[in-house]
């Protein structure tokens, strides 16, 4: 799975120009960026990503879409339910809740798959939180890699801890917070399931010796015509 790491919508319809891209996730702060506004009320933020929902429903090409609840559990249940009533009629896209690594939030991850939605645990940078996201019934859990590795000396060993429960659970890891291409290779020796913003995207064909090999394959078609 392929997501774009955006709330911009024009930002989106250009990712799903790139080969593999399924859909989009997105969070507070990035929906308020795509607004202009440094902060933003709760009714003006899921304001926001009812109009993304509202998008996706007509976009063939949207698969899955990932949204972060604020507040508490019984917010983020309302919040999952106004978003599926914008999706319509369009039941095969995928909604998924992303919810904070709190009692609180993953509290709602059963009653979430109750009205159709799964749940990502979103922000978990230890074992601990992702096997008690997988017990309270998560989906899945996002760990932010790029954060992980410049806080955390021995990133690959907690992240080899984080993949090995999801894993044993049959469940989603999602890998975010890329800086750069060379965070998602990395990441994909431990998850296939990763979210970019566009610039990283753009960047994950980049190869110099691709390129070498390309402009080799151009000019022998032309010196032999």
């Given at each position: ?23 989009f ?38 698969h ?17 339910a ?14 998924w ?40 019934g ?6 932010y ?44 020796r ?29 000019a ?6």
């Amino acid at each position: 799975m392929l997501l774009v790491d955006t709330a911009d919508q024009n930002a989106i319809l250009d990712a799903l120009k790139f080969p593999g891209v399924h859909g989009f996730t997105t969070n507070p702060a990035l929906i308020a960026r795509a607004a202009g506004a440094e902060t933003l009320s709760l009714d003006e933020y899921v304001a926001a990503a009812r109009k993304l929902c509202g998008m996706s429903a007509e976009i063939g090409s949207i698969h899955q879409l990932m949204i972060q609840s604020v507040g508490s559990a019984d917010d983020a249940l309302w919040q999952a339910a106004c978003y599926i009533d914008d999706l319509k009629a369009a039941r095969e896209k995928k909604l998924w809740i992303k919810l904070a690594p709190t009692a609180t939030s993953l509290a709602c991850c059963r009653s979430l798959k109750d009205i159709g939605c799964a749940s990502l645990a979103t922000a978990v940078f230890t074992a601990a939180q992702a096997y008690v996201a997988m017990e309270a019934g998560a989906d899945g859990v996002a760990v932010y890699l790029g954060r992980l590795m410049r806080h955390e000396r021995d990133w690959e060993k907690q992240l080899e801890s984080v993949a090995a429960i999801v894993k044993s659970a049959e469940r989603t890891l999602l890998l975010a917070s890329f800086p750069d291409r060379q965070t998602v290779e990395a990441g994909l020796r431990y998850s296939h399931d990763i979210t970019a913003p566009p610039s990283v995207l753009e960047d994950l064909l980049t190869s110099s010796l691709s390129q070498e090999a390309i402009k080799a394959f151009d000019a022998k078609v032309v010196s032999e015509r």
